[in-house]
């Protein structure tokens, strides 16, 4: 298993520091509706105070929460993704950093930790855990943790797309026909997914077919969180709603309290 997970974490990297994924992450510039209804009920909280944003990517984030606070932290394991929201955003303050292990920061030092767009769930089952007792860690008392993660009960959890209940029509062809072409590399991903009791790990489409993606439920997502610490944790759909389940969303955002 060793062996699979150091494997698991270098593709994901590898794909991370990729220029056409680079690329993409650049050119995403919008919150999700999720995280902009999220952020608006925690913003009287956390109006100047200190904020951690992980795994910043291209600053997708980053505008929108110097505006909340100018005490803010962005940090990336890709170089090339530091470097951009760096060069994009010279007034954050943006720092190459893995963050299962966050010893540059000091114990209870953010009111706010991020870690959106489920980035989260491109790690392995056992760096996931480090990071989540990182952040548990570096929060202060009653700080908030807010992140998204995959949902293993959705109705399309590791069905390829032409199995998805959608409408066919030209745009979602196409799509299907960019699939069939990266299928052989889906195949040969596939050696290194895990279904665990609490998660899976699967080749799920993403980039090409090139990430290899956690999926857990509501249930076990807080119990994880319930085990290092965290209280309070409210999981809510695609539009922000809190929901106890829901097959139909392809990931949840999460909110938990230290």
Same mark, same amino acid.
């Given at each position: 298993?060793?062996?699979?997970?150091?494997?698991?974490?270098?593709?994901?990297?590898?794909?991370?520091?990729?220029?056409? %994924?680079?690329?993409?992450?650049?050119?995403?510039? #919008?919150?999700?509706?999720?995280?902009?209804?999220?952020?608006?009920?925690?913003?009287?909280?956390?109006?100047?105070?200190?904020?951690?944003?992980?795994? %910043? !990517?291209?600053? /997708?984030?980053?505008?929108?929460?110097?505006?909340?606070?100018?005490?803010? #932290?962005?940090?990336?394991?890709?170089?090339?993704?530091?470097?951009? #929201?760096?060069?994009?955003?010279?007034?954050?303050?943006?720092?190459?950093?893995?963050?299962?292990?966050?010893?540059?920061?000091?114990?209870?030092? &953010?009111?706010?930790?991020?870690?959106?767009?489920?980035?989260?769930?491109?790690? #392995?089952?056992?760096?996931?855990?480090?990071?989540?007792?990182? %952040?548990? /860690? %570096?929060?202060?008392? !009653?700080?908030?943790?807010? &992140?998204?993660?995959?949902? /293993?009960?959705?109705?399309?959890?590791?069905?390829?797309?032409? /199995?998805?209940?959608?409408?066919?029509?030209?745009?979602?062809?196409?799509?299907?026909?960019?699939?069939?072409?990266?299928?052989?590399?889906?195949?040969?991903?596939?050696?290194?997914?895990?279904?665990?009791?609490?998660?899976?790990?699967?080749?799920?489409?993403?980039?090409?077919?090139?990430?290899?993606?956690?999926?857990?439920?509501?249930?076990?997502?807080?119990?994880?969180?319930?085990?290092? !610490?965290?209280?309070?944790?409210?999981?809510?759909?695609?539009? !922000?709603?809190?929901?106890?389940?829901?097959?139909?969303?392809?990931?949840?955002?999460?909110?938990?309290?230290?």
């Amino acid at each position: 298993m060793e062996a699979i997970n150091t494997s698991l974490d270098l593709l994901n990297r590898n794909t991370y520091d990729r220029e056409d %994924v680079v690329s993409f992450y650049n050119e995403a510039n #919008t919150l999700l509706p999720a995280e902009r209804a999220i952020l608006r009920e925690l913003t009287p909280g956390i109006a100047n105070k200190k904020i951690l944003d992980i795994g %910043v !990517g291209g600053g /997708r984030t980053t505008p929108y929460l110097l505006d909340i606070s100018d005490d803010y #932290t962005a940090i990336d394991y890709s170089e090339e993704m530091a470097k951009l #929201t760096a060069a994009k955003y010279p007034n954050a303050k943006v720092l190459q950093m893995d963050a299962t292990n966050m010893a540059a920061f000091d114990d209870s030092s &953010f009111d706010l930790v991020l870690f959106s767009y489920n980035g989260l769930d491109s790690m #392995t089952h056992e760096s996931r855990i480090k990071i989540i007792s990182e %952040v548990f /860690r %570096v929060l202060k008392p !009653g700080g908030r943790f807010l &992140f998204s993660s995959h949902n /293993r009960d959705f109705h399309n959890f590791n069905k390829l797309p032409w /199995r998805w209940n959608v409408k066919w029509n030209l745009k979602f062809v196409i799509f299907v026909l960019h699939c069939l072409y990266h299928l052989p590399k889906h195949y040969k991903m596939k050696k290194h997914e895990v279904f665990a009791d609490d998660y899976a790990i699967v080749n799920d489409g993403d980039h090409r077919f090139s990430l290899l993606l956690y999926y857990v439920t509501i249930e076990k997502q807080i119990d994880q969180l319930s085990k290092i !610490g965290f209280s309070n944790v409210i999981a809510h759909d695609m539009q !922000g709603k809190p929901v106890k389940s829901d097959p139909s969303s392809h990931w949840f955002h999460y909110v938990a309290q230290k």
